[in-house]
């Protein structure tokens, strides 16, 4: 369903755990949506980084991020964000991500 609510021209919001589990709570090995995302896990369970920060691809100064995450990979789609760790001085890859899907987006 939420597949053609986006390819029908709506947009998707996704956050940390969007489609990462199933019905019972379990871990997938992939996100659930990932045709509609363009990402996929780069490992299989969230992690917890203090001091962590948004970098935004268009600049500006770093935004204080949820010390939770989930690394991904883009297969297709554009990077918006990427997640920085202050505290070991690495880029952890991306953090949010729009992808086109149809008539609509995800992000």
């Not at 019972?24 to 996100?31: D, S, T």
């Not at 659930?32 to 500006?60: C, H, M, N, R, W």
């Amino acid at each position: 369903m939420l597949r053609e609510y986006v390819r029908n021209g709506r947009i998707l919001v996704a956050t940390l755990f969007t489609s990462a589990a199933d019905e019972f709570g379990r871990m997938r090995k992939g996100f659930g949506l990932a045709d509609v995302f363009g990402a996929s896990f780069t490992q299989p369970e969230p992690v917890d980084i203090p001091d962590l920060y948004l970098k935004l691809a268009s600049g500006g100064e770093l935004i204080p991020q949820d010390p939770r995450v989930l690394r991904f990979k883009v297969n297709d789609g554009t990077v918006l964000a990427e997640t920085i760790d202050r505290g070991h001085r690495r880029n952890l890859g991306p953090a949010i991500v729009k992808r086109q899907f149809g008539a609509g987006n995800a992000l």
